[in-house]
């Protein structure tokens, strides 16, 4: 069974670049159709869709995030990582990374997630 | 954008009873939509994809309909570990996505 698991400082200061790592185990990041979401939850909020990543390099980002996030593929270490960058307080969440496959977009794997508070 | 509305957004039921909650999307999404189960402090669950397919080990209890723009899920039988928050997903856009704002299934 695949596991994901977060890693990152918990707590970021304004204007700063958030960065976190997932990092794979039990699976290879380089499994052809897998494709490696970050999603957030601000607290007390839904679901949001912050970008996604194959093993190639191929990303795709919500337009909400397209200026400010950024993915990469670390293949030696099996992880992913997200850097946000000029955070304000607005982006204090949980970020939870997770596996898709198919066009269906079925995510049937997700990390426990990791609080990231942005405050001074 | 595709965007997605879920109704209610909250609702109070008893063991034993039929839930529903609907999907709606601002454009036709045909099946592409997904369905999730989120209890308190956890990652979520994925339940339903392609609009009615239940993954393997999701209880029979689970059931999704709709294409188009209007999508349900109903839980024909409440049990106490259904009470959680529900999530619409559209893939329509893949491999981008966007999530609906949710339902809240609370013990009456």
């Known amino acids: 069974q695949l596991q994901l698991q977060e890693s990152g400082p918990g707590l970021v200061k304004p204007s700063e670049t958030l960065s976190l790592t997932c990092t794979v185990s039990?699976?290879?990041?380089?499994?052809?159709?897998?494709?490696w979401n970050w999603i957030r939850q601000q607290p007390g909020k839904g679901l949001e869709w912050i970008g996604n990543?194959?093993?190639?390099?191929?990303?795709n980002y919500n337009p909400s995030f397209r200026s400010r996030a950024t993915m990469s593929v670390d293949m030696s270490q099996n992880q992913i990582s997200l850097h946000l960058s000029s955070v304000t307080a607005a982006d204090t969440a949980v970020y939870f990374c997770?596996?898709?496959?198919?066009?269906?977009?079925?995510?049937?794997?997700w990390g426990q997630g990791i609080l990231v508070t942005v405050s001074s | 954008d595709i965007q997605l509305t879920q109704s209610p957004s909250s609702l109070s039921a008893s063991v034993g009873d039929r839930v529903t909650i609907t999907c709606r999307a601002s454009?036709?999404?045909?099946?592409?939509l997904n369905w999730y189960q989120q209890k308190a402090g956890k990652a979520p669950k994925f339940l339903i994809y392609?609009?009615?397919n239940l993954l393997s080990g999701v209880p029979s209890r689970f059931s999704g309909s709709g294409s188009g723009t209007d999508f349900t899920l109903t839980i024909s039988s409440l049990q106490p570990e259904d009470f959680a928050t529900y999530y619409c997903?559209?893939?329509?856009?893949?491999?981008?996505?966007?999530f609906g704002p949710g339902t809240k299934v609370d013990m009456k």
């Open positions: 997770a596996k898709h496959f198919s066009d269906y977009v079925v995510i049937d794997s």
């Open positions: 039990r699976s290879s990041i380089v499994s052809v159709g897998y494709h």
């Open positions: 990543i194959y093993y190639s390099g191929s990303t």
């Open positions: 454009q036709n999404i045909d099946n592409y």
């Open positions: 392609a609009a009615s």
């Open positions: 997903q559209q893939s329509y856009s893949s491999p981008g996505f966007t």
